[in-house]
């Protein structure tokens, strides 16, 4: 399949460990979180969502934690499989009405075997 | 239930040339999104639909790029004339009223310019 980007931030876990990919946001008035896990040649997905008023938010084997101090979102995924491996991007939500979603850079996660 | 469709996959044309994207959302889903996505970096939104209406379409290059939903389902995005920086994949999404964060991505269609 097609590469979904060259030149992203990588982070390489063993298999059966825990992984941890960190976001950074910029806009204070973001008020819902999303992270999305995009595999290679096929659209984002949605993994997890978070809004403003909660700190931390659990699924199935993925947790994401929000800091609206220092404006910092992190997504741990417990026991990282192969299937895990992809590009996983955070997005924010900034608007006053509707739906509008901004996307981070991504950060490509390679699960070792 | 079937997820987003886009057609074509891929496309390929020379610079000047025009291209058109078709997006077939989820039934039910009233807002629709087209991003486009370069290597390496995360999707652009271009615009918005609410049912038929464009809500946000601030990103989209309107000079070159034009995009329709009419009766409120199927979108079409049209780059006319394309350049070599129109290179890139377009995605487009939608989701449902009662979860709008929640966007159903399709797979996206890679235009090559040359």
């Known amino acids: 399949g097609e590469s979904v980007g060259l030149h992203l931030p990588t982070l390489s876990v063993q298999e059966g460990d825990n992984s941890i990919i960190n976001c950074a946001y910029s806009?204070?008035?973001?008020?819902?979180f999303i992270w999305y896990k995009q595999e290679s040649g096929k659209g984002p997905q949605f993994i997890i969502d978070?809004?403003?008023?909660?700190d931390k938010r659990q699924g199935q084997r993925v947790t994401v934690l929000l800091n609206k101090t220092v404006k910092h979102l992190s997504l741990q995924i417990a026991a990282t499989q192969p299937g895990d491996s992809a590009v996983y991007f955070c997005?924010?939500?900034?608007?006053?009405?509707?739906?509008?979603?901004?996307f981070g850079g991504g950060t490509r996660l390679m699960v070792k075997p | 239930e079937a997820g987003v469709v886009q057609s074509p996959r891929y496309k390929i044309i020379e610079k000047k040339q025009p291209v058109a994207f078709w997006c077939n959302p989820i039934?039910?889903?009233?807002?629709l999104y087209w991003y486009l996505q370069n290597l390496g970096q995360g999707p652009e939104l271009l615009i918005r639909?609410?049912?038929?209406?464009?809500?946000?379409d601030s990103q989209l290059p309107k000079d070159r790029f034009s995009a329709e939903r009419l009766k409120g389902v199927d979108s079409t995005l049209k780059i006319q004339p394309a350049e070599l920086g129109d290179s890139a994949v377009y995605l487009c999404?939608?989701?449902?009223?009662?979860?709008?964060?929640?966007?159903?991505f399709g797979e996206g269609s890679r235009l090559t310019v040359l």
């Open positions: 999404a939608s989701s449902s009223a009662r979860r709008s964060g929640e966007l159903f």
């Open positions: 806009n204070s008035a973001s008020d819902y």
């Open positions: 978070i809004r403003s008023n909660m």
């Open positions: 997005a924010e939500n900034r608007g006053n009405a509707g739906n509008m979603l901004t």
């Open positions: 039934s039910g889903h009233n807002t």
């Open positions: 639909y609410e049912n038929e209406e464009a809500v946000d």
